[in-house]
């Protein structure tokens, strides 16, 4: 018998069950060219983590775009140079330092010091999610809580002043739709106006920068000035630009989509639901088993820079690779009775935040905001229940649902705490 192997990661069945396209692949054809693609899906847990680390799959892939290009002035090619400076987008020696710097003001920050302020946040806008269910504003929790709180999160950790929030909030959406064509508008002149809006988002964050040279503050944006002590190659001011406009882009969609995908998974049996709620310490492994089963990057790309082999195939350089971390999580040779949410597994063993030296460095964060979120979120909101099927955005690389419209049967008593 012949398999039907999914070929194109946006056909419809894949865009609305990308573990299933995954889990035929993984079985059949672990490593598969897409002739759509033009790129290698790789699907297995250990071939997705060795190649998170092969020094063969570069992750410099808006640099080359760049370059083919025309230099231009426009707005669209500023652009493209400021995310190509991104360090998302490099590889050592590059990445290296910039990794350093970040990492250094991250850890400045005590990310874990950020739980209290975190729990404000969220009740916050809880209280106001719930203010709203009396009026005809449509229930839905991406608007009134996933989204909004990673930005506010972000622009507060990059010391910008409350009044700016929202604008964070536009600026991470123009950001998508530049970086990764995404967005559901498609008017045509949506990407021009998104591109305006990154230009004033620049000049925002340029304004900050010279703003905390002058006057320090504790937040994050004073700690990357700072530096790491070494003193002698400081990131520049555009480098701190193009470092608050990445914050921004992988910190904001990414934690808003891991919220929301969790909230559904979570409530879809109410056993579950209902002994996640009435034990804290469960909060933990249920939002671990969310990013393990709906984690919100389904996909990353790398370039081959040098032939190799994998799985007896040969990948060319020039030729792009798909990691299909959807397929690596649910991967049964790696966890046992792997499309179930099993509370008891082993911690933090899937690669929702990818590995090697990209693995996410806002982990810790995005963990502490999703477990404050669904954590509060079932204790405020008893008998959550998301209503219809999901719908998600025709992306390769995320997991991000339009709406996530609920009911609940009132607000418990005595919260917010
Ligand atoms: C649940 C939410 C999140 C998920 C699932 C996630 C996932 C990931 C993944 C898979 C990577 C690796 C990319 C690659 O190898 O190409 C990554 C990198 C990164 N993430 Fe996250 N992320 C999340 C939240 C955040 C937050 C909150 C921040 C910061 C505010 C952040 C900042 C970054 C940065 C700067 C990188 C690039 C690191 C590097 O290139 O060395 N992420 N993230």
Same mark, same amino acid.
């Given at each position: 018998m012949t398999v039907d192997l999914p070929d194109d990661l946006l056909a419809p069945d894949a865009v609305r069950d990308p573990d299933a396209a995954a889990a035929v692949l993984r079985e059949h054809d672990p490593v598969h060219w897409s002739p759509t693609h033009r790129a290698w899906l790789v699907t297995r847990f250990d071939d997705v983590v060795a190649a998170c680390r092969h020094p063969a799959l570069s992750s410099d892939r808006v640099r080359p775009l760049m370059e083919r290009r025309e230099p231009s002035h426009d707005a669209s090619h500023r652009m493209l140079a400021l995310i190509s400076e991104w360090m998302v987008v490099t590889d050592p020696p590059a990445h290296t330092r910039l990794r350093r710097l970040a990492g250094a003001a991250f850890k400045q920050q005590q990310i874990a010091a950020m739980e209290e302020r975190i729990q404000t946040l969220v009740d916050e806008l809880v209280d106001g999610f719930l203010a709203d269910q009396g009026t005809d504003l449509p229930r839905d929790l991406i608007a009134g809580v996933a989204y909004p709180l990673p930005a506010i999160v972000i622009a507060e950790m990059l010391g910008a002043p409350p009044e700016d929030r929202d604008r964070f909030r536009e600026w991470s959406d123009e950001l998508a739709l530049v970086a990764f064509g995404a967005g559901g508008d498609a008017r045509p002149d949506r990407h021009e106006r998104a591109l305006r809006g990154l230009e004033e988002m620049a000049a925002y964050f340029r304004e900050l920068v010279a703003l905390r040279r002058r006057d320090p503050g504790g937040d994050m944006l004073s700690a990357m000035i700072a530096g790491d002590g070494s003193d002698t190659d400081g990131l520049s001011d555009d480098e701190l630009v193009g470092m608050c406009a990445l914050l921004l882009f992988a910190g904001h969609e990414t934690t808003t989509n891991a919220i929301a995908n969790a909230i559904r998974l979570l409530t879809a049996d109410p056993a579950l639901r209902d002994r996640v709620r009435d034990d804290p310490a469960l909060v933990n492994p249920a939002v671990e088993e969310a990013l393990r089963l709906?984690?919100?990057?389904?996909v990353l790309v790398r370039w081959v820079i040098e032939d190799h082999e994998l799985r007896g195939r040969t990948i060319r350089r020039g030729e792009r690779v798909y990691l299909l971390l959807c397929g690596a999580n649910r991967d049964p040779e790696r966890f046992a009775d792997p499309d179930a949410v099993d509370?008891? $597994?082993? $911690?933090?063993?899937?690669i929702a935040f990818g590995r090697g030296i990209h693995a996410c460095i806002g982990a810790q964060l995005a963990r502490i905001e999703t477990r404050i979120a669904v954590g509060t979120l079932l204790r405020r909101l008893p008998g959550l229940r998301v209503e219809g099927e999901p719908e998600y955005l025709p992306t390769i690389a995320s997991r991000a649902q339009r709406s996530l419209t609920v009911v609940h049967d009132g607000v418990a008593a005595g919260s917010p705490r």
């Amino acid at each position: 018998m012949t398999v039907d192997l999914p070929d194109d990661l946006l056909a419809p069945d894949a865009v609305r069950d990308p573990d299933a396209a995954a889990a035929v692949l993984r079985e059949h054809d672990p490593v598969h060219w897409s002739p759509t693609h033009r790129a290698w899906l790789v699907t297995r847990f250990d071939d997705v983590v060795a190649a998170c680390r092969h020094p063969a799959l570069s992750s410099d892939r808006v640099r080359p775009l760049m370059e083919r290009r025309e230099p231009s002035h426009d707005a669209s090619h500023r652009m493209l140079a400021l995310i190509s400076e991104w360090m998302v987008v490099t590889d050592p020696p590059a990445h290296t330092r910039l990794r350093r710097l970040a990492g250094a003001a991250f850890k400045q920050q005590q990310i874990a010091a950020m739980e209290e302020r975190i729990q404000t946040l969220v009740d916050e806008l809880v209280d106001g999610f719930l203010a709203d269910q009396g009026t005809d504003l449509p229930r839905d929790l991406i608007a009134g809580v996933a989204y909004p709180l990673p930005a506010i999160v972000i622009a507060e950790m990059l010391g910008a002043p409350p009044e700016d929030r929202d604008r964070f909030r536009e600026w991470s959406d123009e950001l998508a739709l530049v970086a990764f064509g995404a967005g559901g508008d498609a008017r045509p002149d949506r990407h021009e106006r998104a591109l305006r809006g990154l230009e004033e988002m620049a000049a925002y964050f340029r304004e900050l920068v010279a703003l905390r040279r002058r006057d320090p503050g504790g937040d994050m944006l004073s700690a990357m000035i700072a530096g790491d002590g070494s003193d002698t190659d400081g990131l520049s001011d555009d480098e701190l630009v193009g470092m608050c406009a990445l914050l921004l882009f992988a910190g904001h969609e990414t934690t808003t989509n891991a919220i929301a995908n969790a909230i559904r998974l979570l409530t879809a049996d109410p056993a579950l639901r209902d002994r996640v709620r009435d034990d804290p310490a469960l909060v933990n492994p249920a939002v671990e088993e969310a990013l393990r089963l709906v984690g919100p990057i389904k996909v990353l790309v790398r370039w081959v820079i040098e032939d190799h082999e994998l799985r007896g195939r040969t990948i060319r350089r020039g030729e792009r690779v798909y990691l299909l971390l959807c397929g690596a999580n649910r991967d049964p040779e790696r966890f046992a009775d792997p499309d179930a949410v099993d509370l008891a $597994r082993e $911690r933090a063993t899937h690669i929702a935040f990818g590995r090697g030296i990209h693995a996410c460095i806002g982990a810790q964060l995005a963990r502490i905001e999703t477990r404050i979120a669904v954590g509060t979120l079932l204790r405020r909101l008893p008998g959550l229940r998301v209503e219809g099927e999901p719908e998600y955005l025709p992306t390769i690389a995320s997991r991000a649902q339009r709406s996530l419209t609920v009911v609940h049967d009132g607000v418990a008593a005595g919260s917010p705490r």
